[in-house]
């Protein structure tokens, strides 16, 4: 489980900065950055973990208890699918975090964020691999940007009903592959991934 070890080593105001969405075909990557201006409760700490190892409901109660906490700062910030195209995903997952960690007020004296490779952000950084696991901020990271890009598919979806992005959440299952046979690339498709782009040169070729 996570712990504050790291923000209380440091001292000061330390952020934790996560992304979700590298890997889907469709949408916006959202980044967050959490950081608490006092150590949170044990109550509200034990309902942190890593984002992908908490049920859809546990993220949602996670994500309302941080949502109505004090002492705690929330940014949160995206890059768009044509910011994908234009600068790849790497780049769109750095300039997310960068977004997220500019809607802090006051901003931190460190920022911890999960993973090895570093962003450039406009405040001292630490990299913590595997950091949704281990660091608290990190954490609370992880279920906020999680479940702000789960809800922001699910509104996508109800304007494109046949890709099932209310339930994948724009990766690629079964369900978001036959969308895409029977209805085709909308403008939230990243046409830069390779599953899109060969659909796109497919259907060129057989045109």
Request: proline share 6%; glycine share 8%; net charge positive.
């Amino acid at each position: 489980m996570p712990d504050y070890a790291l923000e209380a080593a440091h001292g000061g105001l330390v952020a934790g900065i996560d992304e979700v969405g590298r890997g889907p075909l469709a949408g916006p990557v959202v980044a967050a950055a959490v950081a608490f201006t006092k150590p949170p409760s044990e109550l509200l700490a034990a309902l942190l973990d890593d984002s992908k190892k908490l049920t859809a409901r546990r993220r949602k109660v996670a994500f309302a208890a941080l949502m109505k906490a004090p002492d705690i700062l929330i940014g949160i910030g995206a890059a768009s699918v044509s910011e994908i195209e234009q600068i790849n995903i790497s780049q769109a997952c750095y300039l997310a975090m960068r977004r997220a960690l500019e809607r802090l007020d006051p901003q931190p004296d460190l920022a911890l964020v999960d993973g090895k490779h570093a962003p450039r952000l406009p405040c001292p950084l630490k990299m913590v691999i595997g950091g949704d696991g281990v660091s608290l901020s990190i954490a609370a990271a992880s279920i906020v940007a999680k479940v702000t890009r789960d809800r922001l598919m699910e509104r996508l979806a109800v304007r494109h009903a046949a890709y099932g992005w209310e339930r994948n959440a724009g990766y690629g299952t079964a369900a978001h592959f036959q969308g895409l046979r029977t209805q085709g690339v909308t403008p939230h498709h990243r046409r830069a991934f390779a599953p899109i782009k060969n659909m796109i040169a497919a259907e060129a070729h057989a045109a």
